[in-house]
């Protein structure tokens, strides 16, 4: 099982940029799909995106959809996630979770996930 360790959060200012980071031990990266969620205190984690084991497929919820790119580095067992455009409703606790699958799918539910990381609190400013 792999474990994971997010980093990369931070307070930014509204309209600003942030990159998140999802490092991950283990040798058999290309073996998991990959998902990042947020959460708020008291709140349900919420679907960002997310992208399948092979990376050729992606998928991105309609509040950040064209603002947030997910991306994975295999030479790096690394998995990304670039926020531009941020706002102030998008503050919250990152997470970056993995799902062992032998499909090349991607997953928008929390549940799906086996093995999730610490979090990462970004914070928008406006």
């Known amino acids: 099982q792999v474990q994971l360790v997010e980093s990369g959060g931070g307070l930014v200012q509204a309209g600003g940029s942030l990159r998140l980071s999802c490092a991950a031990s283990?040798?058999?990266?290309?073996?998991?799909?990959w998902g990042w969620f947020r959460q708020l205190p008291g709140k349900e984690r919420d679907f960002v995106a997310a992208?399948?084991?092979?990376?050729?497929?992606?998928d991105y919820a309609d509040s950040v959809n064209g603002r947030v790119t997910v991306s994975r580095d295999i030479s790096k067992n690394t998995v990304y996630l670039q926020m531009n455009t941020l706002k102030p409703e998008d503050t919250a606790v990152y997470y970056c979770?993995?799902?062992?699958?032998?499909?090349?799918?991607?997953?928008?539910?929390?549940?799906?996930?086996?093995?999730w990381g610490q979090g990462t609190q970004v914070t928008v400013s406006s």
């Open positions: 283990g040798r058999t990266f290309s073996s998991y799909a």
């Open positions: 979770a993995a799902k062992s699958t032998a499909f090349d799918n991607t997953y928008a539910y929390a549940r799906a996930y086996d093995t």
């Open positions: 992208i399948s084991r092979s990376g050729c497929n992606t």
